[in-house]
């Protein structure tokens, strides 16, 4: 099925770079009229001049952190006077918990300003964009849907990492979060599904040396991360009337790094092992 969302309004938080620009990128060339948000207003012009450079049209940049209840309330204020309706909704802000150290070094602000960004915003998003607007559209005559959710999570859900005990916490939460949503707002005509996404390439990648870049690789099954492109088009599915059976949903795409119990370089080769 050809995903297409023309007349479609998009809402991406966190779409001014890597992961969230791509999303942006996916949507407008699906023939969406995006909005899209950052958290200061540096990451919003460079979000809004990498879309122009690459010729794209017909989206809105918004500052707004989502951590904050006043701007995301000026946000969606923003997307009534100028678009007069909210279809899809991208929950990809995030606070990355990164530099937190060992948890007994964290402070509770390290952590309730990751689950503020992670969770509380989510929440804000979703219930401003579910209480403004697809309460109050009426249901899609083949899906029977007012409005549709994709939260970017992460595979860190089950699967932790180190020293990242905030934003761990906070896609744990996000994935028990989804399914309420996915539970209470679903017979209102709101579906909600989560994309756990696992390692991905972003510009923090050119920080990696190459043994750390192979290194990472080496923990996949197809030798390869995820990029935007692919996070892009597995939420442009998930928010398509192609999945429109799907609600409550953890959509994993790690490369296979979290089917297998390790790393080959991990395991016994077993292959001259025979039974006596």
Same mark, same amino acid.
């Given at each position: 099925? @050809?995903?297409? $969302?023309?007349?479609? !309004?998009?809402?991406?938080?966190?779409?001014? +770079?890597?992961?969230?620009?791509?999303? !942006?990128?996916?949507?407008?060339?699906?023939? *969406?009229?995006?909005?899209?948000?950052? /958290?200061?207003?540096? /990451?919003?012009?460079?979000?809004?001049?990498?879309?122009?450079?690459?010729?794209?049209?017909? $989206?809105?940049?918004?500052?707004?952190?989502?951590?904050?209840?006043?701007?995301?309330?000026?946000?969606?204020?923003?997307?009534?006077?100028?678009?007069?309706?909210?279809?899809?909704? =991208?929950?990809?802000?995030?606070?990355?918990?990164?530099?937190?150290?060992?948890?007994?070094?964290?402070?509770?602000?390290?952590?309730?300003?990751?689950?503020?960004?992670?969770?509380g915003g989510t929440f +804000?998003?979703?219930?401003?964009?579910?209480? +403004?607007?697809?309460?109050?559209?009426?249901?899609?005559?083949?899906?029977?849907?007012?409005?549709?959710?994709?939260? =970017?999570?992460?595979?860190?859900?089950?699967?932790? /990492?180190? @020293?990242?005990?905030?934003?761990?916490?906070?896609?744990?939460?996000?994935?028990?979060?989804?399914?309420? $949503?996915?539970?209470?707002?679903?017979?209102?005509? =709101?579906?909600?599904? %989560?994309?756990?996404?696992?390692? =991905?390439?972003?510009?923090? &990648?050119? &920080?990696?040396?190459?043994?750390? @870049? *192979?290194?990472?690789?080496?923990?996949?099954?197809?030798?390869?991360?995820?990029?935007?492109q692919d996070v892009a088009?597995?939420?442009?599915f998930l928010a398509s009337?192609?999945?429109?059976?799907?609600?409550?949903?953890? %959509?994993?795409?790690? /490369?296979?790094?979290?089917?297998?119990?390790?790393?080959?370089?991990?395991?016994?080769?077993?292959?001259?092992?025979?039974?006596?």
């Open positions: 099925m @050809k995903m297409e $969302f023309k007349d479609k !309004v998009v809402l991406v938080t966190g779409g001014c +770079r890597n992961t969230g620009l791509e999303i !942006v990128d996916g949507f407008l060339r699906a023939g *969406a009229r995006v909005f899209f948000c950052g /958290s200061n207003g540096k /990451s919003v012009d460079e979000g809004r001049a990498a879309l122009e450079k690459r010729g794209l049209s017909g $989206f809105t940049a918004v500052k707004c952190d989502v951590g904050r209840k006043e701007d995301v309330d000026a946000m969606m204020d923003r997307i009534a006077a100028e678009a007069g309706r909210l279809d899809i909704v =991208i929950s990809n802000a995030a606070n990355l918990g990164i530099g937190h150290g060992e948890t007994l070094e964290m402070t509770e602000e390290m952590l309730f300003d990751t689950l503020n960004v992670n969770l +804000r998003i979703v219930q401003g964009a579910a209480r +403004r607007f697809f309460l109050k559209q009426e249901r899609d005559p083949q899906t029977n849907q007012r409005g549709v959710v994709v939260c =970017i999570g992460s595979n860190t859900s089950e699967r932790v /990492s180190r @020293k990242r005990l905030a934003y761990c916490t906070s896609k744990g939460g996000l994935d028990a979060m989804v399914r309420a $949503f996915a539970t209470d707002l679903g017979p209102m005509g =709101i579906r909600v599904n %989560l994309l756990a996404p696992g390692y =991905i390439w972003t510009d923090r &990648w050119n &920080w990696l040396s190459d043994e750390v @870049k *192979a290194r990472r690789r080496a923990n996949t099954l197809t030798g390869r991360e995820a990029d935007g088009a597995a939420a442009m009337d192609g999945a429109r059976a799907f609600q409550g949903a953890r %959509l994993v795409m790690d /490369s296979g790094s979290s089917v297998q119990l390790y790393p080959e370089s991990c395991e016994d080769d077993t292959s001259s092992m025979r039974l006596k």
